[in-house]
């Protein structure tokens, strides 16, 4: 009986949900350049009618100069609003055109 429950718990402890790993531009095949953390900024909607941020300072590993997130939130998609941001910044291939770095939020919200 004891060894079916150390069984039973090991299959459980081993199927575990992980929400921390990125989960965006996974299908894409895109590595994960650069870990960023508690960057002020500004969100703006100048790329394609798309919503990116622009960082207040320059931010290492980010050649293009602002963010595109695949994952803001509908609250923070206002136009001129000052945020405090964390993620990661995934790479571009030469064949693209981009406004903006491809971007995974992990943690955002507003300035104080």
Do not use: H, W
């Amino acid at each position: 009986m004891l060894s079916l429950l150390f069984i039973i718990t090991a299959i459980f402890s081993g199927c575990s949900n992980d929400d921390s790993k990125p989960g965006c531009f996974q299908e894409d095949n895109r590595k994960i350049l650069a870990t960023i953390n508690n960057i002020e900024g500004t969100i703006s909607q100048q790329c394609s009618e798309n919503f990116i941020i622009i960082p207040n300072e320059k931010v290492s590993n980010n050649p293009v100069g602002s963010f595109f997130p695949c994952n803001l939130n509908d609250d923070f998609k206002v136009e001129g609003i000052q945020v405090v941001f964390s993620g990661y910044i995934y790479e571009s291939f030469d064949t693209e055109d981009i406004c903006a770095d491809f971007f995974e939020i992990i943690e955002i919200r507003l300035t104080e």
